[in-house]
């Protein structure tokens, strides 16, 4: 009898235990562990849509290399930066001599582009310090790439040539220093994930070498991602302008 009154009782106290629901502890190490799943789904997910906007963005940059170059094989003369955000380029007068700056923003609607990067910021655009500064008189001054009062200014012999070895002003070099690329006229890029901020203040830039990206001068960076480097960049040099102007039927024997 005595055994039968014992197992009642704990009935009905494991009835009374299941029914009182869980205490505050559990619960809180309930909630501890849905927060923890969700910062790591929430991580992955921002990762997830940063690579793809990466992707996307170098995706748009070669579309902007392709059009200034098929727009010099049409045209006869490389676009000058957009320095006042209407999408056009700028020169210094109305009658389309020198470029107005060295450093603007990407004219995407000379271009046909769409206006804004996949960061939701219109692309920066860099061209040789020259340009805007020394005028194209006989063929012989990198100016004449972006000369648009003559029809193809640039010829064969136009620099920056091989023999010029480093002589130019624009250069890309990875972070420690190596040339990149030579002979460069032109540089579009993107400042990645934090452009806002890079635009707004180049000193808030995340690193020196996205700094470097944003100071305004003729050097540039571009290497593999890192934590503190998004940057993403791609470049026009001279005999890729001269060869798509060959392939255009454009006489550069001049």
């Not at 640039?154 to 250069?171: A, C, E, K, W």
């Not at 030579?182 to 996205?210: F, M, P, W």
């Not at 503190?228 to 798509?244: E, M, P, R």
């Amino acid at each position: 009898m005595a055994d039968s009154n014992l197992i009642d009782k704990a009935k009905l106290y494991h009835r009374a235990y299941r029914s009182r629901g869980f205490t505050l502890v559990e619960l809180a190490i309930v909630l501890v562990i849905i927060s923890a799943l969700m910062a790591t789904t929430l991580v992955g997910l921002s990762g997830f849509v940063d690579s793809g906007k990466t992707k996307a963005t170098q995706t748009y940059l070669q579309e902007a290399r392709t059009a200034l170059l098929n727009y010099a094989a049409v045209n006869g003369f490389l676009l000058c930066p957009d320095t006042d955000d209407d999408g056009m380029e700028d020169r210094g007068d109305t009658n389309g001599g020198e470029c107005e700056a060295d450093n603007g923003g990407l004219p995407y609607s000379d271009l046909g582009l769409e206006r804004l990067t996949p960061w939701d910021r219109v692309a920066f655009y860099a061209i040789d310090t020259d340009v805007d500064t020394t005028a194209c008189t006989d063929g012989g001054q990198k100016s004449c790439f972006f000369e648009s009062t003559n029809v193809l200014a640039f010829n064969r012999t136009t620099p920056p040539v091989s023999s010029d070895g480093n002589n130019f002003s624009l250069q890309v070099n990875d972070r420690d220093g190596n040339l990149a690329g030579r002979h460069i006229l032109a540089v579009i890029g993107s400042y990645g994930k934090n452009s806002a901020i890079t635009e707004s203040n180049c000193n808030s830039a995340a690193s020196n070498d996205e700094k470097e990206n944003c100071d305004g001068d003729a050097v540039f960076v571009m290497d593999t991602p890192t934590e503190t480097f998004d940057d993403q960049l791609i470049w026009i040099d001279a005999n890729a302008v001269k060869g798509q102007a060959l392939d255009a039927g454009w006489d550069l024997s001049n």
